[in-house]
């Protein structure tokens, strides 16, 4: 079964440092991965997704996030935080191969301060 | 803003009553998911409904129930609550059944 496990629960950063959001996968073929982002009392809006085609995948808001399968990893990334940054980032991988079922890492909350 | 609504925004009720939730899907989506994220458990998926039929469930407990009307709007019902009903309730949509999923801003339950 597939499974995500986002490595830190809680990132803090200063503005303008690089920002990196660890999530390890497992998965028996090569999944689909995204990433989510919630900001405080906002609903979910995707960054991001992974579908098999490049292994570097761009977002919005600067981020990306590399697949590496020998590693089983799909780190998020971001050059330069800012301060609207300031958020909680799921990594999410569908259940099923499918799109239907989405199972969620326990997210990481970013702190960004000046 | 995904397109998705939702309503209430904030509901706070009793233990054992019984509330409905309300979420309009992005025009257009023929898909919607309901998730509920605590801080106990995250965030997980509850159920899924496909053009007014279900399509999938997860982790929904038989307190709870949904429905796609034919205009395809979606309820969420959950009844006998417990305090440990409070939560925050996605909806979601997508154009199929296994698309890309959009997000309401939730509905925030509180169970007093």
């Known amino acids: 079964a597939q499974s995500v496990t986002q490595l830190d629960s809680h990132v803090s950063v200063s503005e303008g440092t690089p920002v990196l959001l660890r999530c390890n996968y497992s998965?028996?073929?090569?999944?689909?991965l995204f990433w989510y982002v919630q900001h405080p009392n906002k609903g979910l809006q995707l960054l991001l997704k992974?579908?098999?085609?490049?292994?570097l995948v761009k977002g919005i808001n600067g981020f990306e996030a590399e697949f590496k399968k020998s590693e089983t990893s799909f780190h998020l990334t971001k050059p330069s935080a800012h301060m609207s940054d300031a958020a909680e980032y799921f990594c999410?991988?569908?259940?099923?191969?499918?799109?239907?079922?989405?199972?969620f890492g326990a997210g990481t909350r970013l702190a960004v301060h000046p | 803003d995904s397109g998705v609504t939702q309503t209430p925004k904030h509901l706070i009720t009793a233990t054992g009553q019984r509330v409905t939730l309300r979420c309009s899907p992005r025009?257009?989506?023929?898909?919607v998911y309901w998730y509920q994220q605590s801080l106990d458990q995250g965030l997980q998926f509850l159920i899924q409904?496909?053009?007014?039929?279900?399509?999938a469930k997860g982790n929904i407990l038989e307190r709870f129930s949904a429905q796609q009307f034919p205009d395809l709007h979606s309820e969420l019902n959950l009844s006998s609550l417990e305090l440990g009903d409070s939560a925050l309730y996605f909806c979601?949509?997508?154009?199929?059944?296994?698309?890309?999923?959009?997000f309401g801003p939730g509905t925030r339950l509180t169970v007093l």
């Open positions: 409904y496909y053009n007014g039929e279900e399509r």
């Open positions: 992974y579908t098999s085609a490049a292994t």
């Open positions: 999410v991988v569908p259940l099923s191969g499918g799109y239907n079922k989405l199972i």
């Open positions: 025009s257009g989506d023929l898909s």
């Open positions: 979601a949509s997508s154009v199929t059944g296994a698309g890309e999923q959009f």
């Open positions: 998965s028996s073929y090569s999944p689909s």
